[in-house]
């Protein structure tokens, strides 16, 4: 796999680690797979670290995973640059996925999309000025019946309009606003 147009952020040189009470929950997590097979708890853990330690995978927090779970640093960034759900670089508090494949597109997808980077000021790729939204489109979020559909962090919303669209930004923003954050607790119910 070629890295090629994918920038690794890496931020200035600070130890990067987890906490004792998550380096325990990592621990348990690898316990889980058999001895050599500790590449089986990538995907977990990276969303542990994604959770834990500032929403972007960066270089140094990656090359951390590869030595928790004695693998290759090459092994963990093939991973995290395959799945749309890890950032490599910083985005926004809430991260707008806006899907792009044929049934949204014929729903009114593209409308949706423009409809988002007018509104936001912002276009896919980007992340708003306040550092609240960032927008990406991606390739099919599988509720093709349900179209046009985004994603907000892991948040589903389907059959959007202009008027839902509007209400579900508001009610972010309120959210941001407040200094409120994320749930992390859906990371515990998968892994």
Known sequence: MSLAGHKLYKKESRPVSFSPEVLEKVQALILRYPPGRQKSALLPVLHIAREELSGTLTVDIMD???TLLNL???EVYEVATFYSMFYLEPVGKYVIEVCRTGP???SGGEDILSYLQERLKIKAGETTADGIFTLKTVECLGACGNAPVMQ????????LTKDKIDRILDDLQV???????PDKKWVEIFY
């Open 72 to 74: 290759q640093p090459i």
């Open 175 to 181: 959210k941001a606003n407040q200094e409120q954050t």
């Open 64 to 66: 951390y995973i590869a």
């Open 152 to 159: 907000v962090n892991t948040e589903f919303y389907e059959k």
């Open 104 to 106: 949204c597109a014929i």
